[in-house]
């Protein structure tokens, strides 16, 4: 059979699931009356709600003659791992790009990694409905990108495929507006080489890994050699070169969006299967009686972690299903068998346990999937993750680019600079301006919030990873102290009206608080303790106090993504089913101080 792997790459939501949709619908996968509503890809809660891919996905579709095996990828810098990986499946790549947009931080990375593994790509120019695109000047930029990136002669010579994935048409020419995307395919079908049908011994290596709570762990990979069939005995050749003999239990191809079971897949193809125990990325299934290994195939480190510990606030198990130490461990050690590029360790205290990640998007998806199954926990400050390299202290430093309205671009540049961000490019943008940074990691905590604040929610903000480089020295995170609930009760909106010239209030009024729970941002730096549970002289009033006369702002509510980057060191987000919260973590204001002393002696 006639054979294409692609892998569709580009930066967050430059529309790589969207055209893998059409292309589903255009291969007829669906009969006809079906409704599949739209990113039918995008198939956990989480990423459906967000509107990002979190894990890369196989689908399979036939056009014409020929089988297209696609690899949709995410686009967020924090899984750029999974399209490292996922590559490995791949004989060439569709590179997206948006028609506005044009390359951004993660279009390089992706393109980088692509080139470097020799792959043939084909460059779609999508979104060219949007009113001030301009694809003949993105084309240009993404040229000049595989020039600076090192493409061969033969990768330099991509052809260019125009369209709108959200209006269902592709086209060579982007003035010439077509009814479908059949031109992606034929283009797909012409120019990514047909997959090589290598003969010989079993290899298969393991590049993914699909999840079933029924079936557990799915191997998933492309048969680089031979044929593998079902019930089969194999070697699995192991990253350090061990070898352990094991037997493929099911086996499947991918089919549409779902799987099929067959009985045996050739070289070329890419298969799922079962029934090898405890297997890991980048192993080889091999030959039984003479097994080799493939190259082994990095995995990303991590660059972020996190205290997670149980609940251990006054509010503790109000909510949460799951709130001991042992669940929280054998959650955490359970996601370990599909959540690649995280780490959990030990600390000295079993209640607590360091989670290593790849940014905060990685670390709040986990958390936030854990919140919706019924646990409760609470999260320290982000830390990045410090190196020791040729015995100087190295920190890891992004890439960050910024596009904002022009009356903006002076408070952001500001914002930056105090988190010692570099500016490298700064120049216009259609009408906005586009500026490019290098600032460590540590400075991107928390910046987003302060940002959008600054621009009015106007600037469009992506950082990508770049390189270890020396400390770059101190920062200062948060400007401002807090405010801190005094007393357990409910808040009263008559004591909020009257706090609201020391600052921005994180709780409406009737709101249950705790001592040490931080309620609102102080206008000073310092922390303030403050009693928003009415005070005695007021106990004639009614309880809800709802005053004609008073105007209290709306509450700020933080996402979760907002409050992780939000706390200082010596606070937690508190997360249960319901609720998210802020607190000290030493909650009583005595004990606080002292500690404070002694952090400072
Ligand atoms: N105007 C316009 N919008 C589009 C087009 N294609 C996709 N979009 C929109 O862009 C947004 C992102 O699309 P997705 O397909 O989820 O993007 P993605 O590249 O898969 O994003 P990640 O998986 O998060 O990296 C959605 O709101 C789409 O509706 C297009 O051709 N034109
Ligand atoms: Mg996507």
């Not at 077509?178 to 290899?203: F, H």
């Not at 590029?341 to 670390?363: M, N, W």
């Not at 409910?490 to 931080?518: H, N, W």
Request: charged share 25%; glycine share 8%; net charge negative.
């Amino acid at each position: 059979m006639n054979i294409r792997n692609v892998a569709i790459i580009a930066h967050v939501d430059h529309g790589k699931t969207t055209l893998v949709d059409k292309i589903l619908h255009t291969c007829k996968l669906f009969r006809d009356n079906q409704e599949t509503g739209e990113l039918i890809l995008d198939n956990n809660d989480l990423e459906r709600e967000r509107g990002i891919t979190i894990l890369a996905k196989n689908v399979s579709v036939m056009y014409k003659d020929t089988k297209i095996n696609i690899i949709d990828t995410p686009g967020h810098a924090d899984f750029g791992g999974e399209v490292e990986r996922v590559l490995n499946m791949a004989d060439g790549v569709v590179l997206l790009v948006d028609a506005f947009e044009g390359p951004m931080p993660q279009t390089r990375f992706v393109l980088q990694k692509a080139i470097a593994a020799g792959k043939k790509a084909i460059l779609v120019i999508n979104k060219v409905d949007k009113p001030n695109c301009r694809p003949e000047e993105v084309h240009d930029m993404v040229f000049d990108l595989f020039f600076n990136l090192e493409a061969t002669e033969d990768q330099l010579n991509f052809p260019t495929i125009y369209g709108s994935s959200k209006q269902g048409w592709m086209s060579t020419d982007y003035k010439v507006q077509t009814d479908s995307i059949t031109p992606l395919l034929d283009c797909i079908v012409a120019n990514i080489p047909p997959a090589p049908i290598r003969e010989g011994t079993l290899q298969v290596q393991i590049t993914s890994l699909d999840y079933s709570s029924f079936i557990g762990r799915i191997a998933v990979g492309r048969v680089y050699r031979g044929v593998i069939k079902e019930n089969m005995a194999v070697s699995v050749v192991k990253r350090d070169g061990s070898i352990v003999k094991s037997r493929v239990k099911d086996l499947f191809i991918f089919d549409g969006l779902g799987k099929l079971k067959v009985t045996e897949v050739i070289a070329g193809d890419i298969c799922a299967f079962t029934g090898i125990e405890g297997f890991e990325i980048g192993d080889t299934v091999s030959d039984f009686e003479k097994p080799e290994g493939l190259p082994v195939i990095s995995i990303d480190e991590p660059t972020m972690s996190m205290l997670f510990t149980i609940n251990t606030s006054p509010f503790f198990g109000k909510d949460g299903k799951f709130v001991t130490s042992r669940h929280l461990r054998d959650r955490l050690f359970k996601e370990l068998e599909k959540n690649l590029a995280l780490r959990v360790e030990e600390t000295s205290s079993p209640d607590s346990y360091i989670v290593f990640g790849r940014g905060i998007l990685h670390l709040s998806v986990l958390i936030e999937t854990m919140r919706r199954e019924g646990y409760e926990l609470q999260v320290g400050q982000p830390q990045v993750i410090i190196k020791e390299i040729d015995g100087r202290k190295h920190e890891p430093v992004e890439v960050l680019t910024i596009d904002t309205p022009q009356e903006t671009s002076s408070r952001v540049i500001d914002l930056v600079s105090q988190r010692k961000g570099d500016m490298l490019v700064m120049q216009p943008k259609g009408d906005l301006i586009h500026m490019e940074f290098e600032i460590p990691s540590r400075g991107i905590i928390g910046l987003r919030n302060n940002i959008l604040t600054a621009t009015a929610g106007e600037a469009i903000m992506a950082h990508r990873f770049k390189a270890y480089e020396p400390w770059k020295g101190p920062i200062s995170q948060r400007i401002s102290g807090v405010l801190i609930s005094k007393d357990k009760g409910t808040s009263v909106a008559y004591s909020i009206d009257k706090l609201q010239d020391r600052g921005k209030f994180f709780i409406a009024a009737g709101e249950e608080v705790y001592p040490g729970m931080v309620i609102g941002e102080h206008i000073r730096p310092d922390d303030l303790v403050v009693n928003v549970c009415g005070e005695k002289k007021l106990t004639n009033m009614r309880a809800s106090g709802t005053d004609e006369k008073m105007r209290i702002v709306p509450a700020i509510k933080f996402s979760l993504e907002e409050s992780m980057e939000y706390i200082a060191a010596d606070e937690y987000v508190e997360i249960t089913p319901v609720s998210l919260r802020i607190r000290k973590i030493v909650l009583d204001e005595n004990e606080r101080k002292r500690t404070t002393k002694k952090a400072e002696a």
